[in-house]
C-alpha cells in the first residue's frame, strides 16, 4: 500500500489491442519520488540487494528506467520496514 501511496507501481497502457509502455503511475507526492529517485541511483551502485535486483532485472530484457522503478520501490519497502519492525537494516544477499 505503502507504493501504491507513493505512486511506485506499475500502470498498463493499452487499450484494445494496442499496448503501449509501462509505466509508474505517479499517483501521490512528486517530492518523495523525487528522493527516492537519488536514493535508488546511488543504492544501485552501493546496496548489494538493490545491485543484485538490478542486474537481474536488466539480464531479463528490462530497460534501466523499469529497473530503476523497482528499485524505488524495493527501497520504500526496506525503509517501511526499519520503520515498523525498529530494527536494523539487515541485507538479504550475500
Request: net charge positive.
Amino acid at each position: 500500500q505503502l507504493a501504491s501511496y507513493l505512486g511506485l507501481i506499475p500502470k498498463h497502457n493499452e487499450s484494445g489491442k494496442r499496448a503501449g509502455k509501462t509505466t509508474l503511475s505517479k499517483e501521490g507526492p512528486g517530492y518523495i519520488r523525487a528522493k527516492l529517485y537519488m536514493a535508488a541511483i546511488v543504492a544501485g551502485q552501493h546496496n548489494t540487494d538493490i545491485k543484485a535486483q538490478k542486474t537481474r532485472l536488466l539480464k531479463q530484457g528490462k530497460t534501466k528506467m523499469q529497473a530503476l522503478g523497482a528499485a524505488m520501490r524495493k527501497l520504500s519497502q526496506i525503509c517501511f520496514g526499519v520503520v515498523k519492525n525498529q530494527t536494523e537494516y539487515q541485507p538479504q544477499v550475500s
